[in-house]
């Protein structure tokens, strides 16, 4: 007996049975009865199976004909389904359908991107009980159907050396320090050249991605002829309509500056800059997926340089570099402001607090405030500098900003903000200078050009080749006991006095 597939469609077991019968003289009735199918379907292949084979047996036949005659022999039977039509979905449970489908498209459009769209079993149920006849399969088929778009077709791109730049941002998780937190990386590729590379920061605010491209144009010494973006807020200021863009202020600053074109992709169309994407993902993968614990914040930064330079040495980025347009000065990108120092020498910059030099109190000071750094400077000339603090109401302090005023109140630097905000030199303070104020800011006096830290490693080379010796008091003890002695005597004496 045939043994018809889940469908009742003949395979080609059954039609290899029904020619083996047919060959030993059986009747296309008995045939069917045998193999449980119909007679004609029977006659069908019988037929084709004679046509076939005399064919072969032509004397004139060529060569192509008989190729073709030995596919048909050989091949497994052929159903054509493209016109059948579903016997129990009809044009009600169609215009059911498509009412269901426009409602799960409202909500899409009122509550954006979301996970609560109905699945097909759902819809499935929906139909079922409003007393539809109707299989899931068939459900399943027509909502594909009416959902699914023509895909798109991607055009393969190739660019000229120094022609265009891809631009974007990633995250990354990272333990500095012991603490975990998410940092982010101003990501820029070269498809020409197949040249990635990467700066690590804090934030991906409007500083930072500018302070990426000047990092990038000056450690090329070039300028790409184009700059695609996606439609990020540093970049897209505002939208008018679905097409029509208002770029960002300080971006168009920068592209009048250094002679770039700005190109701006499609919403949701991170296939038009398909070269940074990936390259996002290789950079975190290769410097970070292994390695991600380190003491500090530039340790982090220095490792994913050495990564990028080994990222790098199969692209043709030296190539292209004499492709690149001419380079301009380091464009500066601060925000210049003024404030006067208020009467603890602080001048405070986004809620945070930094000292300046104390003569300085009272009067105007100009501050310039880069991504991680803030200078301050007076009559134009740089008086001190600061690392931006990422906190808020926090106090970055120098203690040689208060040396004049403490030299004049010693007593002053024990419990100051200042001594207590390095720890190392408070240490060094209480455990040796304490009762030696003077010559502590004396040596700090004359350190005053040095960092900090190299202060505190003369202080303490200082107390270990200089140690203040304090001269000891001998005192007689026989002398000692007759003073106690007097001291005695003399309260009795006024006792009596007072009781007579």
Same mark, same amino acid.
């Given at each position: 007996?045939?043994?018809?597939?889940?469908?009742?469609?003949?395979?080609?077991?059954?039609?290899?049975?029904?020619?083996?019968?047919?060959?030993?003289?059986?009747?296309?009735?008995?045939?069917?009865?045998?193999?449980?199918?119909?007679?004609?379907?029977?006659?069908?292949?019988?037929?084709?199976?004679?046509?076939?084979?005399?064919?072969?047996?032509?004397?004139?036949?060529?060569?192509?004909?008989?190729?073709?005659?030995?596919?048909?022999?050989?091949?497994?039977?052929?159903?054509?389904?493209?016109?059948?039509?579903?016997?129990?979905?009809?044009?009600?449970?169609?215009?059911?359908?498509?009412?269901?489908?426009?409602?799960?498209?409202?909500?899409?459009?009122?509550?954006?991107?979301?996970?609560?769209?109905?699945?097909?079993?759902?819809?499935?149920?929906?139909?079922?009980?409003?007393?539809?006849?109707?299989?899931?399969?068939?459900?399943? !088929?027509?909502?594909?159907?009416?959902?699914?778009?023509?895909?798109?077709?991607?055009?393969?791109?190739?660019?000229?050396?120094?022609?265009?730049?891809?631009?974007?941002?990633?995250?990354?998780?990272?333990?500095?320090?012991?603490?975990?937190?998410?940092?982010?990386?101003?990501?820029?590729?070269?498809?020409?050249?197949?040249?990635?590379?990467?700066?690590?920061?804090?934030?991906?605010?409007?500083?930072?991605?500018?302070?990426?491209?000047?990092?990038?144009?000056?450690?090329?010494?070039?300028?790409?002829?184009?700059?695609?973006?996606?439609?990020?807020?540093?970049?897209?200021?505002?939208?008018?309509?679905?097409?029509?863009?208002?770029?960002?202020?300080?971006?168009?600053?920068?592209?009048?500056?250094?002679?770039?074109?700005?190109?701006?992709?499609?919403?949701?169309?991170?296939?038009?800059?398909?070269?940074?994407?990936?390259?996002?993902?290789?950079?975190?993968?290769?410097?970070?997926?292994?390695?991600?614990?380190?003491?500090?914040?530039?340790?982090?930064?220095?490792?994913?340089?050495?990564?990028?330079?080994?990222?790098?040495?199969?692209?043709?980025?030296?190539?292209?570099?004499?492709?690149?347009?001419?380079?301009?000065?380091?464009?500066?990108?601060?925000?210049?402001?003024?404030?006067?120092? !208020?009467?603890?020498?602080?001048?405070?910059?986004?809620?945070?607090?930094?000292?300046?030099?104390?003569?300085?109190?009272?009067?105007?000071?100009?501050?310039?405030?880069?991504?991680?750094?803030?200078?301050?400077?007076?009559?134009?000339?740089?008086?001190?500098?600061?690392?931006?603090?990422?906190?808020?109401?926090?106090?970055?302090?120098?203690?040689?900003?208060?040396?004049?005023?403490?030299?004049?109140?010693?007593?002053?630097?024990?419990?100051?903000?200042?001594?207590?905000?390095?720890?190392?030199?408070?240490?060094?303070?209480?455990?040796?200078?304490?009762?030696?104020?003077?010559?502590?800011?004396?040596?700090?006096?004359?350190?005053?050009?040095?960092?900090?830290?190299?202060?505190?490693?003369?202080?303490?080379?200082?107390?270990?080749?200089?140690?203040?010796?304090?001269?000891?008091?001998?005192?007689?003890?026989?002398?000692?006991?007759?003073?106690?002695?007097?001291?005695?005597?003399?309260?009795?004496?006024?006792?009596?006095?007072?009781?007579?």
């Amino acid at each position: 007996m045939a043994v018809k597939g889940w469908d009742g469609v003949i395979k080609i077991m059954d039609k290899h049975a029904i020619i083996k019968l047919k060959q030993q003289g059986v009747s296309n009735r008995k045939a069917a009865k045998i193999l449980n199918i119909n007679r004609k379907t029977v006659a069908i292949y019988w037929n084709e199976y004679k046509n076939n084979n005399a064919l072969l047996n032509a004397l004139d036949v060529n060569e192509k004909e008989v190729q073709e005659a030995q596919e048909k022999i050989c091949e497994a039977p052929k159903y054509n389904a493209q016109n059948r039509k579903p016997r129990k979905y009809t044009t009600e449970i169609d215009s059911r359908l498509d009412e269901i489908l426009e409602s799960e498209s409202e909500k899409c459009k009122e509550l954006g991107r979301h996970k609560q769209q109905l699945t097909n079993l759902q819809i499935h149920q929906l139909l079922v009980n409003e007393k539809f006849d109707i299989g899931y399969t068939t459900i399943t !088929n027509k909502i594909k159907e009416k959902r699914n778009k023509p895909k798109e077709c991607f055009i393969k791109q190739s660019y000229d050396f120094g022609q265009r730049l891809e631009y974007d941002f990633g995250e990354v998780k990272l333990e500095i320090n012991g603490e975990i937190s998410t940092y982010h990386l101003a990501v820029l590729s070269s498809p020409a050249a197949n040249f990635r590379w990467a700066y690590l920061y804090k934030n991906q605010k409007q500083d930072v991605f500018m302070d990426s491209h000047v990092r990038f144009f000056d450690m090329l010494n070039g300028v790409y002829s184009e700059i695609v973006y996606d439609n990020m807020r540093n970049v897209v200021s505002k939208f008018i309509g679905k097409t029509e863009k208002i770029l960002n202020e300080n971006l168009l600053k920068l592209s009048l500056y250094y002679g770039f074109d700005i190109n701006v992709t499609n919403c949701f169309s991170g296939n038009e800059k398909g070269h940074v994407e990936g390259s996002v993902k290789i950079i975190r993968n290769k410097a970070f997926a292994l390695t991600y614990k380190f003491k500090t914040f530039d340790d982090a930064r220095e490792y994913l340089d050495t990564i990028l330079i080994e990222l790098n040495n199969d692209s043709t980025i030296s190539q292209e570099i004499k492709h690149l347009q001419p380079t301009k000065p380091k464009l500066d990108l601060a925000t210049v402001t003024v404030q006067k120092p !208020n009467k603890y020498s602080f001048v405070r910059v986004d809620n945070n607090h930094y000292s300046v030099p104390e003569y300085l109190v009272g009067r105007v000071v100009t501050i310039k405030k880069y991504y991680d750094t803030i200078g301050f400077y007076s009559n134009n000339i740089l008086v001190c500098e600061h690392k931006k603090i990422d906190g808020h109401n926090e106090i970055s302090i120098e203690i040689k900003h208060y040396l004049n005023s403490l030299n004049k109140k010693p007593g002053a630097i024990k419990n100051s903000h200042a001594l207590k905000s390095i720890p190392r030199l408070k240490a060094i303070y209480d455990t040796n200078f304490s009762r030696n104020t003077r010559k502590f800011i004396e040596i700090i006096q004359e350190n005053d050009d040095k960092p900090i830290e190299e202060i505190v490693l003369i202080l303490e080379t200082y107390n270990k080749s200089h140690i203040d010796i304090i001269p000891s008091i001998q005192i007689d003890k026989t002398a000692l006991s007759n003073i106690a002695t007097r001291q005695v005597s003399r309260y009795n004496e006024l006792c009596l006095s007072e009781v007579e």
